[in-house]
């Protein structure tokens, strides 16, 4: 059974950092090229941050310079490290595994930046 479980999320001011966690389970971790995307209030869910399984990024140009995506192949689990938070990045933060034709979701942790 495949399993992703976000965690990190929480209550930060603006200007804050916060570091969220994907823990994988069920998936041959290394095989997959991971990613982290978020949905706010009344929008669409957006891309936020990828990785390869080469360890190529890439980043939304909203948070580029701010977020930066990694991942660990021995605790199978991708991070996204999130700096000078603003507003605009409250969302819930859903982490993403994708293969090929499989794509796998986790249940999304929320983040709000409010002061």
């Known amino acids: 059974q495949v399993q992703l479980v976000e965690s990190g999320g929480g209550l930060v001011q603006p200007g804050g950092s916060l570091r969220l966690s994907c823990s994988t389970s069920?998936?041959?971790?290394?095989?997959?090229?991971m990613g982290w995307f978020r949905q706010a209030p009344g929008k669409q869910r957006e891309l936020v941050a990828v990785?390869?399984?080469?360890?190529?990024?890439n980043y939304a140009d909203s948070v580029k310079g701010r977020f930066t995506i990694s991942r660990d192949s021995a605790k199978s689990t991708v991070y996204l490290q999130m700096n000078s938070l603003k507003p605009e990045d409250t969302a819930v933060y859903y982490c993403?595994?994708?293969?090929?034709?499989?794509?796998?979701w986790g249940q999304g942790t929320q983040v709000t930046v409010s002061s």
């Open positions: 993403n595994a994708n293969r090929n034709v499989l794509r796998y």
């Open positions: 069920g998936i041959t971790f290394s095989l997959y090229t």
């Open positions: 990785i390869t399984t080469g360890g190529n990024t």
